[in-house]
């Protein structure tokens, strides 16, 4: 098995790495595969192929092909071993995992931009990220922002926990570190049409915000309450998906009053608490 170390362009930049990333600003990249590492020195290009790995402090990227581009150095071998090229941007090709404490991701490829300390994993269908007791999946793409510790996911989003479900055209997911050191998602941010459904309560809105913790969600433009043959719309709605408790509002008037929140009640039916 063939293996590489090469520090980070991130290093050069005096820049911290996120720690969702793992390791800190001088924390190397290590490299390995189980086919070789082929050099294109005119490229500036280390191309690692079968079931090859990146390794990042805690943060692991396995895929059946790693291309790691540096810059700087001299073009020796010694040169990239001893960490004096700097790798800028690592692909990812073909059956995608990564992992650090407390989620995993996976994909079809990804592409990390060290400097920037953002990885966006994609081509897959879905592309799913697992944290602790949630689910995300996406069709078109997941980016990993680490500065702001989110996530964002793409193209039929959706984010399950248990028999609470919120789906969107973009899900932001927001991340904090738990007891254990890792990371897990504290709220989601969800934009178009959304959705937002538990075992018994369905809801509809424009835009979203949901806090895990609480199961509290904040819904506004056009929502629509959906409990059984019952519904209820107004323009914004707070929505307690452990209760299933709603409370509904009316859009602002010309004379500052809101209007009427409306609904369709039906005899014999489940009704909304």
Known sequence: MAVISVMPAAAL???????????????????????????????NVFIARGNATATRGTTVIRADELRA?????????????????????LDAIGAVTITSPGWKASGGHAIYDVAGAVIVLKDANPVTLISADDTITATQQIEFWNDKKMAVARGDATAVRAERRISADVLSAYMEADPTGGNKVRRIEAFDNVKISTAETNATSNRAVYDLPTGLARLDG???????????????????????????????????????VKGILLPGAKTAK
């Open 13 to 43: 930049a005096q820049t911290k790495t996120p720690s969702l990333f793992g390791g800190d600003d001088t924390t190397p990249i290590e490299i390995n595969a189980e086919n070789g590492i082929e050099w294109q020195q005119d490229g």
């Open 69 to 89: 581009y540096y810059r700087g150095g001299n073009n020796s071998t010694a040169g990239a071993t001893s960490g004096a090229s700097e790798i800028w941007r």
């Open 222 to 260: 056009s929502v629509m309450i959906i409990r059984g043959d019952n519904r209820l719309s107004g323009c914004s709605a707070d929505f307690d998906l452990g209760t299933g408790i709603s409370h509904l509002k009316g859009c602002p008037g010309v004379d500052g009053k809101n209007s009427r």
